[in-house]
T-cell receptor, first 116, second 115 residues
Framework: DSGVTQTPKHLITATGQRVTLRCSPR?????VYWYQQSLDQGLQFLIQ???????AKGNILERFSAQQFPDLHSELNLSSLELGDSALYFC???????????????FGAGSRLTVL | DAKTTQPPSMDCAEGRAANLPCNHS???????VYWYRQIHSQGPQYIIH???NNETNEMASLIITEDRKSSTLILPHATLRDTAVYYC????????????????FGQGTILTVHP
């Protein structure tokens, strides 16, 4: 157990639907990151939050959005789902927004999304 | 970030040392070398990182050449549970701004440890 909790572990849904993935970071960590891993794209950075504020964006689709709440948990919302959105979605956390160890991330076990 | 090059796959016998190479010939002076691994469909796991000195922790050792253009991750006594994809990532540490934690995972090296 890494200390980063992701729910649900598995999710099957249909095209056009909307889903929400949830992440609880490791205790004390203020930064949350979302990554997507698909068979053809590998692991890709989506978005990062620090203490409730968006800090960095990667190749995140406009149909996707995220937020970090005051209790520091984060949610990734995926809407108008397409077949190509089927992937593993990982959440990671780290204590800081910079300085030593800023790139040492603790990853959760992931949420596997299947779009049919 | 400097580009990294890793062999696509390697084999290692259980109990022997696994030496995973990484080339990063365009690395800048303030960029660190990070290693992560991913056991099948699990979340990536941080292993070790370093700037120019050799580093060791409970999981592995990291050897960085003097010119910093390449490095080797060493798992001293590989076990079957070390079978995973190993990623070498070069990144500025504590870059501040919006760049930290935004890791670029390449294809990595698939390490297979066999009995």
């Amino acid at each position: 157990d890494s200390g980063v909790t992701q729910t649900p572990k598995h999710l099957i849904t249909a095209t056009g639907q909307r889903v929400t993935l949830r992440c609880s970071p490791r205790s004390g960590d203020l930064s949350v990151y979302w990554y997507q891993q698909s068979l053809d794209q590998g692991l890709q950075f989506l978005i990062q939050y620090y203490n409730g504020e968006e800090r960095a964006k990667g190749n995140i689709l406009e149909r996707f959005s995220a937020q970090q709440f005051p209790d520091l948990h984060s949610e990734l919302n995926l809407s108008s789902l397409e077949l190509g959105d089927s992937a593993l979605y990982f959440c990671a956390s780290s204590p800081s927004q910079g300085g030593p160890g800023a790139n040492v991330l603790t990853f959760g076990a992931g949420s596997r999304l299947t779009v049919l | 970030d400097a580009k990294t090059t890793q062999p696509p796959s390697m084999d290692c016998a259980e109990g022997r040392a696994a030496n995973l190479p990484c080339n990063h010939s365009t690395i800048s002076g303030n960029e660190y070398v990070y290693w992560y691994r991913q056991i099948h469909s699990q979340g990536p796991q941080y292993i070790i990182h370093g700037l120019k000195n050799n580093e060791t922790n409970e999981m592995a050792s990291l050897i960085i050449t003097e010119d910093r253009k390449s490095s080797t991750l060493i798992l001293p006594h590989a076990t079957l549970r070390d079978t995973a994809v190993y990623y070498c990532i070069v990144r500025v540490e504590g870059a501040g701004g919006t760049s930290y934690g935004k890791l670029t995972f390449g294809q990595g090296t698939i390490l297979t440890v066999h009995p």
